[in-house]
């Protein structure tokens, strides 16, 4: 499980958590990381809707969200907040998450 202190973690800019069998949901806290810019959780047990406070990560630039099938929800505001020139957010094998600015191959 991710603690919702991780959202204490306000200067983090690198947060590479993949294949490291977390899971339970996605605390609303990490919308405080506004200087994440690269977030990668993919390959674990996560579930649950995303929080609608990922918008808030305005200076990610890299996002892997890949093979979480129990994660679900809309990214489409997030989307359009986006700042970076050439993002790579990458949600293939997590079905039931709509992310039009994130690739699914």
Avoid: R
Wanted: aromatic share 8%; with cysteine.
């Amino acid at each position: 499980m991710i603690p919702s202190e991780i959202g204490h973690l306000m200067h983090l800019k690198l947060w590479l958590m993949h294949e490291n069998e977390f899971s339970g949901p996605l605390p609303s806290e990490i919308g405080a990381l506004s200087k994440l810019e690269e977030f990668s959780l993919g390959d674990n047990q996560l579930s649950g809707i995303v929080p609608s406070e990922i918008q808030k990560l305005s200076n990610l630039e890299f996002l892997n969200l890949i093979n979480l099938p129990l994660l679900y929800g809309n990214l489409t505001l997030f989307c359009e907040g986006i700042i970076p020139s050439d993002p790579q957010f990458w949600i293939h094998s997590t079905p039931d998450l709509l992310c039009p600015c994130c690739l699914n191959d």
